[in-house]
């Protein structure tokens, strides 16, 4: 917007122009991403994480409702993290594979569409699930004060292959797909090949963010099968130690806290971001306008 001041023009709109602008930059396919990866992992840490300590360390007085509705959503949060994780590989897969095609194919819509339909299926996933013990609260419950969550062997196959199995499928051989390609974009780099056409160059040349997600996706795929397959070699062994279940359990969970890690901090904005809200930054007049990326 611009007012005329004693025959000078001003810019009222510049400052917020560029505000708007700078947060604008931020609304890409791969943050939103980001963003829903974000809320299950911070729930996991919020919620299940403190249901799971006074589970372990006394007796469970919430009730038999509550008990349930914590085995529900301790479920609910970590498979929606799961697919999450895919969601991103897929979109890493396109970043780096088709990168020619990635504006048309990726677009902000399209992923917020993917996002919400992947929340409304894992819902639907864990109340598959849970139909039982939804039916018949406390129904597993062996004495007093305890919060057990018992999943029959038939739908404990389905979460092996839901949860583990088709998941990591999916994100190894995306992310074998990725290496091979960002390693000959890396050395068609690397020799200056100038026999390629120009219309052609882009699909050569590697950004350095995007040769970056093939080492984001190598730590995912190490951090995953650390994290996961503990747990999913315990249970399916059918190991009844205590101390051991205890100990597979948390390390299932400390997925979710390195899941923001490895997403997250390996972005500058991220990081930039973060360094402006420490410092308080971001309580300075005009902070709306800090160009973070």
């Given amino acids: 917007m611009s007012v005329a ?13 560029s505000a708007n602008t700078s947060s604008r930059q931020l ?22 994480m403190p249901g799971e300590i006074l ?7 919430l009730g038999d409702v509550l008990c349930l509705l914590y085995n529900y959503l301790s479920y609910f949060m970590t498979s929606a993290s799961v697919v999450n994780m895919v969601l991103i ?11 020619l095609h990635y504006n048309t194919k990726v677009t902000v819509k399209r ?25 018949h609260p406390g129904k597993y419950q062996s004495c007093n004060g305890e919060c057990a969550a018992v999943i029959d062997y038939n739908a404990g196959i389905i979460d092996v292959v839901v949860n583990f199995i088709l998941p990591l499928s999916i994100i190894v051989t995306l992310y074998m797909r990725v290496f091979v390609v960002a ?3 890396a050395r068609a780099m690397r ?11 882009v699909a050569v040349r590697a950004k350095k963010s995007e040769l970056k997600a093939a080492r ?18 315990v249970t399916l062994a059918g190991v009844s130690s205590a101390s051991y279940l205890v100990f597979v359990i948390n390390v299932f969970y400390f997925n979710s806290f390195l899941n923001p890690l490895i997403y997250a901090l390996f972005y500058s904005w991220f990081r930039r971001a973060i360094r402006h809200i420490i410092t308080l930054h971001i309580l300075q007049p005009g902070s709306r306008g800090h160009n973070i990326l």
């Fill in 27 to 48: 609304h890409t396919p791969t943050n939103f991403l980001l963003l829903s990866l974000a809320v299950s992992d911070f729930l996991v840490g919020f919620l299940v």
């Fill in 216 to 233: 984001t996706l190598g730590v995912l795929v190490l951090v995953f099968l650390m994290c996961f397959c503990p747990f999913y070699i």
């Fill in 191 to 201: 020799s200056h090949v100038t026999s390629v056409k120009p219309q052609h160059a």
């Fill in 5 to 17: 001041v004693h025959g000078r023009v001003v810019h009222l709109g510049s400052q917020f122009g």
């Fill in 89 to 99: 590989s897929v979109d890493r897969y396109v970043a780096i594979c088709d990168p």
């Fill in 183 to 185: 390693l000959s974009q």
């Fill in 111 to 135: 992923v917020q569409i993917c996002v919400c339909l992947s929340w409304v299926f894992v819902l639907l996933y864990c109340s598959i699930i849970f139909r039982d013990q939804m039916a």
């Fill in 55 to 61: 589970r372990q360390t006394s007796c469970w007085t």
